[in-house]
C-alpha cells in the first residue's frame, strides 16, 4: 500500500533539505509551483507542507512564503560522564545497558547528511558520499518494545575494506574492532539536543504524533584527534530524560 500524495512528497522535500538542495535560509517554491512541479492538487502541497512545517524543517509565513529554517549555533553545557564495559564491550549508559538489537543491523554504504559530515570533517563531494552507516533499533529483548533508533557513520578512509562493514562485527563491537586495528585508545564527546522526528522515526519508536525526539550525538576520536565515528542516537523525548549528578566545584564549597 504505497503512502498518500502529500507524504510521498514531502518525504522528497524533506531529502531536497536534507541534502543541500534546499540549504537553511533558502525559500521553497511557491504552492501553485510546488503543485504543477509534483502534479498534485494544491491542498495536496499545503498538506505536505504542513508535515515538514510540524517537523520543524520549515517556516511558513505570509509575508517570506516558506523558508527553510536556520538552526541557531547550540552552546554546549559539559557535565562529565564516564564510560563503562562489560562483555559485550563498551557501553556509555547504565541504564540502557541491558538493551540489545531487536533486528540484525542495517549497513550501507551512502552519503553523510550535512551535520554528519561537517563533524566528521568531510568536505563536499567524493568524500562525503563514502561513509559507512551501521543503523540499529535497540530495546527491550524480553518485550520487543523498541527505545532507542542508533545510526553510526564512520568514514570510508576508515571503514572500507575492514570488518566494521560487516554485519556482525564479533565481540566487543566496533569500538573494540577500531582500537584493534591502531586507534587506541578512543576517546568521546557527546552534544545532547532535540528535534521533531521523521515518519519512520516515528513508525519506528511508536512514537504518538507531535512527540520530539531526544538527540544524542556522539563523537568518537583516536589518539591523534582523527573523527573516527559519529554516532546518532534518537528516542522518545516524552519517555526519556538525560540526568547527571552534581559535584561542588572548588569555588562552591562551604566554608
Not at 191 to 220: C, D, K, Q
Amino acid at each position: 500500500m504505497s503512502s498518500p500524495a502529500y507524504q510521498q512528497m514531502a518525504a522528497e522535500l524533506r531529502s531536497a533539505i536534507e541534502d543541500g538542495t534546499y540549504p537553511p535560509g533558502s525559500a521553497l517554491p511557491k504552492i501553485v509551483d510546488l503543485a504543477q512541479q509534483y502534479g498534485v492538487a494544491k491542498q495536496t502541497a499545503r498538506e505536505a507542507l504542513a508535515e515538514l512545517e510540524s517537523e520543524g524543517l520549515i517556516d511558513v509565513t505570509r509575508r517570506r512564503g516558506t523558508i527553510v529554517r536556520t538552526r541557531p549555533v547550540r552552546r554546549r553545557l559539559t557535565r562529565s560522564r564516564q564510560i563503562y564495559r562489560d562483555e559485550r564491550g563498551y557501553y556509555f549508559d547504565p541504564a540502557a545497558q541491558p538493551w540489545t538489537a531487536l533486528e540484525p543491523p542495517t549497513v550501507t554504504w551512502a552519503p553523510a547528511p550535512h551535520d554528519i559530515a561537517a563533524l566528521l570533517g568531510l568536505p563536499e563531494g567524493q568524500e562525503r558520499q563514502d561513509v559507512l552507516l551501521r543503523d540499529r533499533v535497540m530495546g527491550e529483548a524480553a518485550t520487543s518494545t523498541p527505545m532507542q533508533l542508533a545510526t553510526s557513520y564512520l568514514p570510508g578512509s576508515v571503514a572500507r575494506g575492514t570488518r566494521l562493514a560487516e554485519k556482525d562485527t564479533g565481540p566487543g563491537g566496533i569500538y573494540d574492532l577500531l582500537e584493534h586495528t591502531g586507534h587506541r585508545p578512543l576517546s568521546w564527546t557527546e552534544a545532547v539536543s532535540a528535534r521533531m522526528p521523521t515518519p519512520t522515526e516515528s513508525e519506528r519508536l511508536h512514537l504518538p504524533r507531535g512527540v520530539p525526539l531526544l538527540r544524542i550525538l556522539r563523537t568518537t576520536t583516536g589518539p591523534d584527534g582523527t573523527v573516527l565515528e559519529i554516532s546518532d542516537t534518537r528516542m522518545s523525548a516524552e519517555t526519556f530524560e538525560i540526568g547527571y549528578n552534581l559535584t561542588r566545584h572548588t569555588s562552591a564549597q562551604q566554608t
